[in-house]
């Protein structure tokens, strides 16, 4: 039977208050089937994925089943990470807004002990936690478990994957009595099924049944670029997909700081999330991306793992996750509320192409090839916004200074359009349109290599805080050609290989020779094969010097 209302639940006035508050309007399947036998008691293994509304699944019928006014905790909630706990914590706060002595605490490493046992010596209803720092509670007896009545795994496939699995065993031993266990996760390894037959009660299946493990509100696309070029197309993509939010993956910490510097450079409000950030700096992070005073967040897939972050249109997978399940949850992050989400995907090369083919296999959904716009599209864009912008100011009041200037530019015999010109062009830098073009520029590359290529051997790399980008910025600037003409950028530690068409190799080499790049100088040589530039040191090692043989006075003498 479904469901199509919270009204058909057997809900108090005050939690059907607050769902209607926040905008829930239906029921979604994790919902319809795991809140009445959540409610009546029972034990639940709910399978389903990011953004399908299982915390409100298990957090509505807990709310209503707990005791106000209650000191001792009665429902204990663990999660894989930091973020996630909050997330729970601020959506359990807006459900038990109208009911009366139920509170909230969190517990994550990262934040003060402390404080944390301060705030469970004034009493609590629900604690939700990263299992290490529960365990930590627990052996300091600032944690007690005597009246809990729910316990909740959420996300417990992220648990075990992140070695947490003799913790939560270790934590829902000291769980005695009677109690209610609830596990969700969005798969179920043998692990999983250990734990459920170990320490739940003959536990009613929920599952979301999809016939793809993608969600349809989606649209996903991919584009075959260049490496050297991912940061170009980014932009452009931003271009074609203007949002107040975009959200962009990475598989590595590195590459996460690399992509934010990069974006910073070219003027884009960005901010960066990886896992050895500082909780009070991840907290800073997020608050500036969710205020909008950053509109792009830069994350690995560890640290974005729980975000719940309203109106992120636009999903950007720099790289290819690693684990194909990691793109579920990374395009899980757009496309929520039955709104319409992108999500784009920049592979490059024939061997990503094939792991692009074994990830749509896996997700049972064809991912289309994007189509990046032309060097008209990109100007119409960019138009069109000029256009909303005035379109914008003169729908506000008008501004009499303003008003007497224009006058003050007619009397001195200006036209209109003169005015107009010119203040258009004061206000608006329109770009290279045909520089932003990359299905272009790749047309050209190839025809800017049919004399061959060279290698030139640069002695500046990562460890320089360099990437592909200022390298052929810089070597197209100082030689005066077109970045069509620098091809495959091999960037190592401490070195790095660049690729130049045949007869451009000299003219690069001299003109890059002994100039700087991102501030360092660099020395620029032919490449060969077995030659390689010394390593850089700060602090050179003093020379060893040769041990001479030591005399042997026993020695037999010849």
Same mark, same amino acid.
């Given at each position: 039977?479904?469901?199509?209302?919270?009204?058909?639940?057997?809900?108090? =006035?005050?939690?059907?208050?607050?769902?209607?508050?926040?905008?829930?309007?239906?029921?979604?399947?994790?919902?319809?089937?795991?809140?009445?036998?959540?409610?009546?008691?029972?034990?639940?293994?709910?399978?389903?994925? +990011?953004?399908?509304?299982?915390?409100?699944?298990?957090?509505?019928?807990?709310?209503?089943?707990?005791?106000?006014?209650?000191?001792?905790?009665?429902?204990?909630?663990? *999660?894989?990470?930091?973020?996630?706990?909050?997330?729970? +914590?601020?959506?359990?706060?807006?459900?038990?807004?109208?009911?009366?002595?139920?509170?909230?605490?969190?517990?994550?490493?990262?934040?003060?002990?402390?404080?944390?046992?301060?705030?469970?010596?004034?009493?609590?209803?629900?604690?939700?936690?990263?299992?290490?720092?529960?365990?930590?509670?627990?052996?300091?007896? +600032?944690?007690?478990?005597?009246?809990?009545?729910?316990?909740?795994?959420?996300?417990?496939?992220?648990?075990? $994957?992140?070695? #947490?699995? &003799?913790?939560?065993?270790?934590?829902?031993?000291?769980? $005695?009595?009677?109690?209610?266990?609830?596990?969700?996760?969005?798969?179920?390894?043998?692990?999983?099924?250990?734990?459920?037959?170990?320490?739940?009660?003959?536990?009613?299946?929920?599952?979301?049944?999809?016939?793809?493990?993608?969600?349809?509100?989606?649209?996903?696309?991919? #584009?075959?670029?260049?490496?050297?070029?991912?940061?170009?197309?980014?932009?452009?993509?931003?271009?074609?997909?203007?949002?107040?939010?975009?959200?962009?993956?990475?598989?590595?910490?590195?590459?996460?700081?690399?992509?934010?510097?990069?974006?910073?450079?070219?003027?884009?409000?960005?901010?960066?999330?990886?896992?050895?950030?500082?909780?009070?700096?991840?907290?800073?992070?997020?608050?500036?991306?969710?205020?909008?005073?950053?509109?792009?967040?830069?994350?690995?897939?560890?640290?974005?793992?729980? =975000?719940?972050?309203?109106?992120?249109?636009?999903?950007?997978?720099?790289?290819?996750?690693?684990?194909?399940?990691?793109?579920?949850?990374?395009?899980?992050?757009?496309?929520?509320?039955?709104?319409?989400?992108?999500?784009? +995907?920049?592979?490059?090369?024939?061997?990503?192409?094939?792991?692009?083919?074994?990830? *749509?296999?896996?997700?049972?959904?064809?991912?289309?090839?994007?189509?990046?716009?032309?060097?008209?599209?990109?100007?119409?864009?960019? =138009?069109?916004?000029?256009?909303?912008?005035?379109?914008?100011?003169?729908?506000?009041?008008?501004?009499?200074?303003?008003?007497?200037?224009?006058?003050?530019?007619?009397?001195?015999?200006?036209?209109?359009?003169?005015?107009?010109?010119?203040?258009?062009?004061?206000?608006?830098?329109?770009?290279?349109?045909?520089?932003?073009?990359?299905?272009?520029?790749?047309?050209?590359?190839?025809?800017?290599?049919?004399?061959?290529?060279?290698?030139?051997?640069?002695?500046?790399?990562?460890?320089?805080?360099?990437?592909?980008?200022?390298?052929?910025?810089?070597?197209?600037?100082?030689?005066?050609?077109?970045?069509?003409?620098?091809?495959?950028?091999?960037?190592?530690?401490?070195?790095?290989?660049? &690729?130049?068409?045949?007869?451009?190799?000299?003219?690069?080499?001299?003109?890059?020779?002994?100039?700087?790049?991102?501030?360092? #100088?660099? &020395?620029?040589?032919?490449?060969?094969?077995?030659?390689?530039?010394?390593?850089?040191?700060?602090?050179?090692?003093?020379?060893?010097?040769?041990?001479?043989?030591?005399?042997?006075?026993?020695?037999?003498?010849?």
């Amino acid at each position: 039977m479904e469901i199509n209302t919270f009204n058909e639940f057997n809900l108090s =006035l005050e939690l059907l208050r607050a769902i209607e508050e926040m905008g829930y309007v239906s029921p979604t399947k994790i919902q319809q089937d795991a809140i009445p036998v959540i409610l009546e008691g029972h034990d639940v293994l709910g399978k389903s994925h +990011t953004g399908t509304g299982k915390t409100a699944a298990y957090g509505l019928p807990m709310i209503e089943r707990l005791v106000p006014n209650y000191k001792m905790p009665q429902a204990l909630i663990l *999660c894989p990470t930091r973020e996630l706990v909050l997330q729970v +914590t601020e959506e359990l706060r807006k459900f038990s807004k109208y009911k009366e002595g139920i509170k909230c605490v969190p517990i994550f490493g990262g934040q003060s002990i402390d404080h944390q046992i301060q705030l469970l010596k004034k009493g609590c209803s629900i604690v939700i936690g990263t299992p290490g720092r529960i365990l930590d509670h627990l052996r300091r007896k +600032t944690l007690k478990l005597k009246a809990i009545d729910i316990v909740v795994l959420d996300e417990a496939d992220e648990m075990l $994957n992140m070695g #947490f699995k &003799e913790d939560i065993e270790s934590i829902l031993s000291q769980v $005695n009595g009677e109690h209610q266990t609830l596990l969700f996760s969005a798969t179920m390894p043998q692990e999983i099924l250990d734990i459920t037959k170990n320490f739940q009660k003959d536990p009613i299946h929920v599952e979301v049944q999809q016939k793809q493990k993608t969600i349809n509100t989606v649209k996903q696309f991919y #584009f075959d670029v260049h490496k050297a070029k991912k940061i170009d197309v980014i932009q452009l993509l931003m271009k074609m997909y203007p949002s107040p939010l975009t959200m962009i993956f990475c598989n590595t910490k590195r590459t996460v700081d690399e992509v934010s510097d990069q974006l910073i450079a070219c003027g884009i409000r960005a901010v960066s999330l990886h896992g050895d950030m500082k909780q009070s700096v991840r907290t800073k992070v997020l608050e500036q991306f969710k205020s909008q005073n950053a509109n792009v967040l830069i994350a690995s897939d560890v640290a974005a793992r729980g =975000l719940d972050i309203d109106h992120v249109d636009v999903v950007i997978n720099y790289d290819l996750p690693i684990e194909q399940e990691f793109y579920i949850h990374r395009i899980g992050r757009t496309g929520r509320n039955g709104k319409e989400g992108i999500a784009c +995907t920049l592979i490059s090369g024939s061997k990503e192409k094939l792991q692009l083919q074994r990830l *749509c296999k896996y997700i049972r959904h064809n991912i289309e090839k994007g189509e990046l716009p032309t060097a008209d599209d990109v100007k119409e864009l960019y =138009l069109d916004q000029i256009y909303q912008q005035i379109l914008t100011t003169l729908a506000q009041k008008e501004d009499e200074t303003m008003m007497e200037l224009m006058f003050a530019l007619r009397s001195k015999g200006l036209t209109d359009n003169q005015i107009i010109y010119a203040l258009l062009t004061q206000q608006h830098q329109l770009p290279n349109y045909q520089d932003l073009t990359l299905e272009e520029s790749e047309v050209i590359r190839k025809k800017a290599f049919k004399n061959g290529t060279e290698k030139i051997h640069l002695s500046i790399g990562r460890k320089d805080g360099v990437a592909p980008n200022h390298i052929v910025a810089a070597l197209a600037e100082e030689a005066m050609i077109s970045s069509s003409y620098i091809g495959k950028i091999e960037l190592q530690k401490f070195e790095t290989v660049v &690729e130049v068409a045949k007869e451009y190799a000299d003219k690069v080499m001299t003109s890059i020779d002994g100039k700087t790049i991102n501030g360092v #100088f660099v &020395e620029a040589k032919p490449y060969y094969s077995r030659q390689n530039f010394p390593k850089k040191s700060k602090i050179e090692p003093p020379k060893k010097k040769k041990a001479l043989p030591l005399k042997n006075k026993h020695a037999r003498k010849r």
